[in-house]
């Protein structure tokens, strides 16, 4: 359940990793803040975390629930921020979606992951390697955290493109086969994407505005770019979505052509075919007296007139674009 758990002070990391009783002292040190990350938790383990850090039940409950749109409130001195991490499959062509409940107080870090999305190994590795972010509190935690899920989403955003750019190909390379369900599946991918990513504006855009005090004021304007970052990604994501919604009107515009085309060349053939089978109807009566059955060349006349009308017929198809 427990991923990492250290003590920061003055900038650097105290020591290699702590229990939750040496945690609870250091909380009660001044200049000192804990980070605790956890992974996928049950509700008896959580417990103890909620007893030991003094954690709201709302929140808590919202975190356990694990399935919960990227928002950020407010309980007492205590953030608390959902984000959505997201991963995508270029096998499945699925996007893949996480949550990360982060709880931001002045003396502590508690974040809680679900999914595998996003590991945050990296994102604690890069700010304890920035003593001078680390000084601002846990504030430059949240900004760690949120920067590194939103760098990640450059991943998805790659795949979907590229994904795009085949279809693309394929509905204008007179295809056998209909991407039609294919495109259906990748635009409903990238809705999912929309709503993990788009609902995260808002509280970024509030913690770069400086609204809460457990941010210090020299980190504003890391959230403001990281916030600049978000704000171009929902941008690709929702130009995606209008493309995608274009690519499927201009293959079903293609498949109607063809079906249009394939509707002229039978149209054209029956046409043709219509000479020789009235002729065929004609003869196949077996009246007695028809004046040119006994004509030595009643046959011949017969079969090159229906050739000839054919054969005219066929050019006239042939130069109207039907054949």
Partial sequence: MIIDCAVYRGGARTAERVSLEEARTAMRQPDAFVWLGLYQPTDEEFEVVR?????????????????????????????????????????????????????????FVVHVRYGEASPLTAARRHVEARPDLLCCGPGAVLHAVVDHIVDDYDGPVRGLEQD?????????????????????????????????????????????????????????????????????????????????SSILQANLTQVSVRQNEDMRKISAWVAIAAVPTMVAGI???????????AWRWGYPVVMSLTVLFCVVLYRRFKRAGWL
């Avoid at 929140?59 to 921020?81: C, I, N, S």
């Avoid at 003869?283 to 059955?293: A, Q, T």
Wanted: charged share 30%.
């Fill in 51 to 107: 007893t030991t850090f003094a954690l709201h039940e709302l929140a808590v409950e919202d975190a356990l629930q694990g399935h919960q749109r990227p928002k950020l409130e407010t309980y007492d001195d205590t953030l608390f921020v959902v984000l959505k991490p997201v991963r995508y499959d270029d096998a499945s062509e699925q996007i893949e979606t996480g949550h990360i409940m982060l709880f931001v107080n002045p003396s």
């Fill in 164 to 244: 795009i750019a085949e279809i693309e190909e394929q509905v204008f390379a007179q295809a056998e086969e209909n991407p039609a369900e294919r495109i259906v599946n990748l635009e409903r991918e990238a809705l999912e994407f929309h709503r993990a990513v788009a609902p995260l504006a808002v509280p970024l855009d509030r913690l770069a505005r400086g609204h809460y005090k457990v941010v210090h004021p020299d980190l504003h304007e890391y959230f403001r770019d990281v916030h600049d970052h978000l704000l171009r990604t929902v941008g690709q994501v929702e130009g995606f979505r209008e493309l995608l």
């Fill in 283 to 293: 003869y196949g009566m077996n009246f007695r007296f028809m004046p040119e059955l």
